[in-house]
């Protein structure tokens, strides 16, 4: 059984470009939430998304948002792009809100903004 | 905020049990202890979670005492690739997919 995988791995972008990352959930998970990792503020919740609507929001600026599609995909995207965006950003899907069930999280994007 | 407290480091010697303690004097009823872990650079990854009674499964073992103040991760005969940053979370189960993650422990095991 595949895992999560998220799409591109490594990615440069310049202050105020936007940026789109994607993660394909584990087959028949239905919920993916998304986490954004540096050093000096470790692991943050982003957002989770369920049967396309996001169910839970962290404290992120609106400059962070996501979407999921009705095949459980999801993308998030960053707009204008600061310095302090730079991090690896996490998916993790798990089967659905409700239950006790692990999340199970893929490779990351490491985003690097100069 | 984690309602968790962890040492921020230990060592441990390969082959030997390493025991990670875990502080969550406020957790409620309905709140799950959680393990995870992540190895450099890579996605956390899951350990294993409890409720009330102690757990065991292919990878660790987790006691939590029995007032669910504290819990305890136990590697019974740690390797080398165990050298990780280990995170405690206690979340209820409703809360879907959102984990609040603390510093964690980093765990280093030498040989």
């Known amino acids: 059984k595949a895992g999560v995988t998220q799409t591109p791995r490594y990615l440069i972008k310049t202050r105020g470009q936007q940026v789109t990352l994607s993660c394909s959930p584990i087959?028949?998970?239905?919920?993916v939430s998304w986490y954004q990792q540096t050093p000096g503020q470790g692991l943050q919740f982003l957002f989770e998304?369920?049967?396309?609507?996001?169910?839970n929001k962290g404290n992120f600026p609106g400059r962070f948002s996501g979407r999921q599609f009705s095949n459980s995909r999801s993308e998030m995207n960053v707009s204008t792009l600061e310095l302090g965006d730079s991090a690896l950003y996490l998916c993790?899907?798990?089967?659905?809100?409700?239950?006790?069930?692990?999340?199970?999280f893929g490779q990351g994007t490491r985003l690097t903004v100069v | 905020d984690a309602k968790t407290t962890q040492p921020p480091s230990m060592d441990c010697a390969e082959g030997r049990a390493a025991n990670l303690p875990c502080n969550h004097s406020?957790?409620?009823?309905?709140?799950?202890v959680y393990w995870y872990r992540q190895i450099h650079s890579q996605g956390p990854q899951y350990i294993i979670h409890?409720?009330?009674n102690n757990e065991t499964n292919e990878m660790a073992s987790l006691i939590i005492t029995e007032d669910r103040k504290s819990s305890t991760l136990i590697l019974p005969h740690a390797t080398l690739r165990d050298t990780a940053v280990y995170y405690c979370?206690?979340?209820?189960?409703?809360?879907?997919?959102?984990?609040?993650f603390g510093q964690g422990t980093e765990l280093s095991v030498k040989p």
């Open positions: 998304y369920f049967s396309e609507t996001q169910r």
């Open positions: 409890g409720l009330k």
């Open positions: 087959s028949g998970h239905r919920s």
């Open positions: 979370i206690v979340r209820v189960r409703n809360q879907g997919g959102k984990l609040i």
């Open positions: 993790a899907s798990s089967l659905a809100p409700g239950a006790p069930t692990e999340a199970f």
């Open positions: 406020t957790i409620s009823g309905n709140e799950y």
